[in-house]
């Protein structure tokens, strides 16, 4: 976001953030996607597995079995021989949208520290019509669980 350009302390990115970020990016290529988008996001989450993000969602019922089974469902599988080989994947407009909103929800908790994996879930679920938050609200999330996700 330039708005944040401009500023000297941007918060830095917690060490399961950018795990779980490099993990989609493996997911977005295995898939053969095109970008590492939101849904690619929201499967690094789980993935990393460590995380009190990916901890709430499976206290949830959301497992990344189910978070797969819905990638599948909600975005599909690019098959290898119709997917272009690419040495970099770019991300997504919706995903670099969901990270903006990651830093906004950090900078609006006040909290000192990083942006977690919390604040990246709350990012993809708070760019609506993103295929993260449609997956999310397909396993059952909603503002109730987001809230309570913002407040633990």
């Known amino acids: 976001n330039p708005e944040w350009a401009a500023e000297e302390k941007l918060p830095k990115w917690s060490e399961r953030a950018i795990r779980s970020f490099c993990l989609a990016e ?8 095109s970008t590492v988008g939101t ?9 990393e597995g460590t995380s009190p993000a990916a901890k709430f969602l499976r ?3 959301i497992t990344l079995s ?37 830093v906004e929800e950090k900078i609006k908790s006040g909290a000192s520290g990083e ?26 999330f909603d503002d109730k669980k987001a809230e309570e996700l913002a407040t633990s």
Do not use: C
Not at 39 to 47: A, K, Q
């Open 39 to 47: 849904e690619s996001l929201l499967t690094g989450i789980m993935l």
């Open 115 to 140: 942006v977690t994996t919390s604040h990246m879930l709350l990012g993809i679920w708070a760019h609506k019509g993103s295929a993260g938050h449609t997956m999310l609200a397909n396993l059952g």
């Open 26 to 33: 493996t997911v977005a290529r295995k898939m053969n996607y």
């Open 59 to 61: 206290a949830n019922g």
């Open 66 to 102: 189910k978070v797969k089974t819905q990638t599948l469902i909600d975005v599909g599988y690019v098959h290898p021989h119709l997917a272009p080989f690419r040495k970099v994947i770019p991300i997504s407009e919706e995903a670099q949208k969901a990270l903006d909103l990651a």
